[in-house]
């Protein structure tokens, strides 16, 4: 996109770079908006979208909903920001595990690779990643041949997870991760590092005492963004709607309504 790779563009470390460059708090978000708007033009002819919906931490920027109005005037689709951006995936979460009314004690933990946003009944918290102790390992880095990076991955959700779990009792958890996930919940890459580790989320589990406590619901973040999504008013009447995750970097989902 713009002769780059969309996450180079649109990106937590972009906004790092921007700030650390000097560029003002207000100027911040107009300065993503080129690149977002170039990616909606293409994606929303792409599939074929009648309504856009954004979420993440970057739309929580000073300005951001102004800017996203100018930039996407002419998109000829409604770009509708979700009331909540951080924190609407998490809240989508908990309430998939609590809609039946048979999870009473229910956490959901939306993995993002700058930061674990973590939602129950009572509580909403989040945990920012130490990157000193957890170094960002972007996709085709070599990763540590000890796996002591994995090991330090899994102690920082489960320490999450203990956190709002302290007793280890829970009906039901949403876990939704950065990254794809096969059918065997393999994981694929992210700056984690933890592609092919076949056991990551048995190894979070028992790291947080949790095995054998409940229902367990494990997805994609992005997927976990399109079920809040769906379930936002103002997209009632819509069809096929583009689902954007703007954080560390953007990640996205088809909601197609029967």
């Known amino acids: 996109m713009l002769g780059h790779e969309l996450w180079e563009l649109l990106s937590t470390p972009r906004v790092e770079a921007d700030r650390n460059a000097g560029v003002p708090e207000h100027a911040l978000a107009t300065r993503l908006m080129p690149a977002l708007a170039s990616a909606l033009e293409s994606l929303v002819h792409q599939h074929t979208v009648d309504a856009v919906w954004l979420s993440g931490g970057l739309a929580c920027l000073q300005g951001f909903e102004l800017a996203l109005t100018a930039a996407t005037t002419k998109l000829g689709r409604p770009v509708v920001l979700a009331a909540s951006p951080r924190f609407a995936p998490?809240?989508?979460?908990?309430?998939?595990?609590?809609?039946?009314?048979?999870?009473?004690?229910?956490?959901?933990?939306?993995?993002?690779?700058?930061?674990?946003?973590?939602?129950?009944?009572?509580?909403?918290?989040?945990?920012?990643?130490?990157?000193?102790?957890?170094?960002?390992?972007?996709?085709?880095?070599?990763?540590?041949?000890?796996?002591?990076?994995?090991?330090?991955?899994?102690?920082?959700?489960?320490?999450?997870?203990?956190?709002?779990?302290?007793?280890?009792?829970?009906?039901?958890?949403?876990?939704?991760?950065?990254?794809?996930?096969?059918?065997?919940?393999?994981?694929?890459?992210?700056?984690?590092?933890?592609?092919?580790?076949?056991?990551?989320?048995?190894?979070?589990?028992?790291?947080?005492?949790?095995?054998?406590?409940?229902?367990?619901?494990?997805?994609?973040?992005?997927?976990?963004?399109?079920?809040?999504?769906?379930?936002?008013?103002?997209?009632?009447s819509h069809r096929r709607i583009l689902c954007l995750t703007l954080g560390f970097g953007p990640g996205g989902a088809l909601l197609v309504r029967d």
């Open 90 to 236: 998490v809240h989508a979460g908990l309430g998939l595990l609590t809609s039946s009314g048979s999870a009473h004690e229910a956490l959901c933990l939306d993995v993002g690779q700058t930061s674990l946003k973590c939602a129950s009944p009572q509580t909403l918290q989040v945990f920012e990643r130490d990157t000193t102790m957890l170094p960002r390992l972007f996709i085709g880095m070599p990763r540590p041949e000890d796996g002591h990076h994995i090991i330090a991955a899994v102690r920082f959700l489960a320490g999450a997870l203990r956190a709002l779990a302290p007793d280890a009792s829970l009906d039901a958890l949403c876990l939704a991760l950065p990254c794809p996930l096969d059918e065997g919940l393999v994981p694929g890459g992210c700056t984690y590092g933890w592609e092919g580790h076949a056991t990551l989320v048995a190894d979070i589990l028992a790291e947080a005492r949790l095995t054998g406590s409940g229902e367990v619901l494990v997805l994609n973040d992005a997927e976990l963004a399109a079920e809040a999504a769906r379930g936002d008013a103002r997209l009632a």
